[in-house]
């Protein structure tokens, strides 16, 4: 049994005063930190951060408990990078969050979807969440205006980034920093457990939306920009030459692969003063 990083504060000693959407503190456009930096720098940069990754604002009480979860392998220095730029944003904004990275063991291809499902599985045994950001390490918001909420749809952050001179790779691009409400994540079933190594796991999880008629709302490409930090293609997540096929038949398998059909061994959990760390096996081909 794992004691849970949330140390909730006593909600009563702040009142009731809700915490606002835009606070005053906000200042817009941020200017990215690109260096490398290393965990016990992070730590001592950001000394309110509790273990496990966690924190409350103490000076109003926020509008929902959110689980950040990074779907990662081999990717200390991005997600270093990341939270240099993106703890403070968070900060400004009054977001009470937690931060959960999940590791996939090397074994098999990287499968970012089911690390999706195992992120929002894990943090609910050790919290009570109601809004959870799904965060490729890569992408540093360049906007402290771009909220990190959950919304009445499930949301898509990117209005565009830099790699794609600011704009989106494609219309419906729905990878990079996503959002869903607990209800919303569970009504499309998760994401699929099914695609191993790069590419379509997104257009699957906006085929799950649409069919189950969500819309989907996009941040404005007036504060939804991000920078990408510049990396190779690793080797154990090449581009998945079966990606076509799983999507044209993603629609029907919406009921029988998601998190109803979730398998993973689970290897440790590590309550870290930046985050909570838990790492995981997968086999091949669920
Ligand atoms: N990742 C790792 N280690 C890896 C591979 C991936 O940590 O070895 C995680 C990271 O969080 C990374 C994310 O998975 O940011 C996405 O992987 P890449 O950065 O390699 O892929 P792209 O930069 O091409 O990302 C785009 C979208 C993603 C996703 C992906 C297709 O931004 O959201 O849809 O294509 O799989």
Not at 18 to 31: F, Q, V, W
Not at 206 to 214: A, F, G, L, P, S
Request: proline share 5%; glycine share 6%; hydrophobic share 35%.
């Amino acid at each position: 049994k794992v004691e849970s990083p949330l140390t909730f504060k006593d909600t009563t000693s702040r009142g009731n005063i809700s915490c606002k959407e835009a606070p005053r503190k906000l200042i817009g456009r941020i200017r990215p930190i690109m260096k490398r930096i290393d965990s016990s720098q992070l730590q001592d940069t950001f000394p309110w951060l509790s273990k496990g990754g966690h924190y409350t604002p103490s000076s109003c009480t926020p509008r929902e408990k959110t689980a950040i979860i990074f779907p990662f392998r081999d990717r200390h220095r991005h997600l270093h990078t990341l939270l240099l730029n993106l703890l403070p944003v968070l900060k400004r904004q009054d977001v009470d969050f937690t931060l959960f990275v999940i590791e996939q063991e090397k074994r098999t291809l990287f499968n970012r979807g089911l690390l999706f499902n195992v992120g929002f599985m894990e943090a609910l045994k050790l919290g009570d969440f109601d809004c959870f950001i799904f965060h490729d390490v890569d992408l540093i918001p360049l906007f402290d205006t771009n909220f990190y909420h959950c919304n009445e749809s499930p949301t898509h952050f990117l209005g565009g980034v830099d790699k794609f001179k600011y704009g989106l790779s494609y219309k419906d691009l729905f990878g990079g920093v996503v959002s869903f409400t607990r209800s919303q994540y569970k009504r499309i079933n998760g994401a699929s457990n099914m695609y191993f190594g790069w590419g379509a796991e997104d257009d699957d999880m906006r085929i799950r939306i649409r069919q189950k008629n969500m819309e989907i709302v996009r941040t404005d490409k007036s504060v939804g920009l991000y920078d990408m930090i510049k990396h190779h293609r690793e080797e154990s997540n090449p581009t998945n030459p079966i990606r076509s096929w799983l999507l044209s038949s993603g629609a029907k398998r919406l009921a029988v692969d998601g998190l109803n059909t979730l398998e993973y061994q689970r290897i440790s959990v590590q309550i870290l003063p930046l985050y909570t760390w838990i790492k995981v096996q997968v086999d091949a081909y669920q």
